[in-house]
């Protein structure tokens, strides 16, 4: 599965601004306030955004894969 996009979703929680994501993954997310997406993320590494959305302690890293219009990843 080939990631197409990545995002803040804190329709559940809020980010808490941990930095986890930004120390997994800092070619993806940075951490100045909140957590944000750079532009034009380095989608192709897909592995150490899972890691990050997976080490977010709240959830509000979202993934869609492959194109699917919707969040693929539990929050």
Same mark, same amino acid.
């Given at each position: 599965?080939?990631? $197409?996009?990545?995002?803040?979703?804190?329709?559940?929680?809020? %980010? $808490?601004? %941990?930095?986890?994501?930004?120390?997994?993954?800092?070619?993806?997310?940075?951490?100045?306030?909140?957590? &944000?997406?750079?532009?034009?993320?380095?989608?192709?590494?897909?592995d150490e955004i899972v890691e990050a959305?997976?080490? %977010?302690? &709240?959830? $509000?890293?979202?993934?869609?894969?492959?194109?699917?219009?919707?969040?693929?990843?539990?929050?």
């Amino acid at each position: 599965m080939a990631v $197409t996009k990545v995002w803040l979703d804190e329709s559940e929680n809020e %980010c $808490t601004m %941990c930095g986890a994501c930004e120390a997994t993954c800092p070619e993806v997310f940075e951490v100045p306030e909140k957590m &944000v997406v750079k532009n034009s993320p380095k989608l192709e590494l897909t592995d150490e955004i899972v890691e990050a959305a997976e080490g %977010c302690p &709240v959830g $509000t890293i979202a993934i869609e894969y492959d194109g699917s219009g919707k969040r693929d990843n539990p929050m």
